[in-house]
T-cell receptor
Framework: GAGVSQSPSNKVTEKGKDVELRCDPI?????LYWYRQRLGQGLEFLIY????????KSGLPSDRFSAERTGESVSTLTIQRTQQEDSAVYLC??????????????FGPGTRLTVT | AQKITQTQPGMFVQEKEAVTLDCTYD???????LFWYKQPSSGEMIFLIY??????QNATEGRYSLNFQKARKSANLVISASQLGDSAMYFC??????????FGTGTRLTIIP
């Protein structure tokens, strides 16, 4: 079946511009996560959505970062007034909070953001 | 304090040998899960194996096994009979409650033919 998809796969933007990254989770997955991975580093949690509950925004690094999710479907991560330190791969993951207990997260291919 | 610690930034292993990738964790939550993911050079994150804090037996998935030592807060990944395709970054991660994963810094594994 279809996995998690993300678009665009690559984005180059000028410093100060806004960017919007999109994630389509696996159908039926109620939980959606955004992570950031800087070059050569591990993944940093950004934000988590679970159904209609209030999102966990504890990982967002500044108020320039925001994310939305419509129901249990598409999510967009928006970065306003981009800075060079925002350059990274942004990974989206989804999981099924239901049967079983592993809550395994399935990752998308990521969006590579380069701020020039 | 680091929640997930991977002390081996890089490892080189001969093909067909077994390899152990280290991971220690820190949590006060009695209910948690430990995960290992593989990230090849293509960038995707591939789930390998999961161990729940209440699981009595070590998890196994094909050539992968997780050496879970709860008292030592250790969750090492063991890959048996390594293959060239195992060359990748490997990340250990912990889930507390039902929320986010916290990742370690990763170990870059290179299999030598």
């Amino acid at each position: 079946g279809a996995g998690v998809s993300q678009s665009p796969s690559n984005k180059v933007t000028e410093k100060g511009k806004d960017v919007e990254l999109r994630c389509d989770p696996i159908s039926g997955h109620t939980a959606l996560y955004w992570y950031r991975q800087r070059l050569g580093q591990g993944l940093e949690f950004l934000i988590y959505f679970q159904g209609n509950s209030a999102p966990d925004k504890s990982g967002l690094p500044s108020d320039r970062f925001s994310a939305e999710r419509t129901g249990e479907s598409v999510s967009t991560l928006t970065i306003q007034r981009t800075q060079q330190e925002d350059s990274a791969v942004y990974l989206c993951a989804s999981s099924f909070r239901g049967g079983g207990h592993s809550y395994e997260q399935y990752f998308g291919p990521g969006t590579r953001l380069t701020v020039t | 304090a680091q929640k997930i610690t991977q002390t081996q930034p890089g490892m080189f292993v001969q093909e067909k040998e077994a390899v152990t990738l280290d991971c220690t964790y820190d949590t006060s939550d009695p209910s948690y899960g430990l995960f290992w993911y593989k990230q090849p050079s293509s960038g995707e994150m591939i789930f390998l194996i999961y161990q729940g804090s209440y699981d009595q037996q070590n998890a196994t998935e094909g050539r992968y096994s997780l050496n879970f030592q709860k008292a030592r807060k250790s969750a090492n990944l063991v890959i048996s009979a390594s293959q060239l395709g195992d060359s990748a970054m490997y990340f250990c991660a912990m889930r507390e409650g039902q929320r986010k994963l916290t990742f370690g810094t990763g170990t870059r594994l290179t299999i030598i033919p």
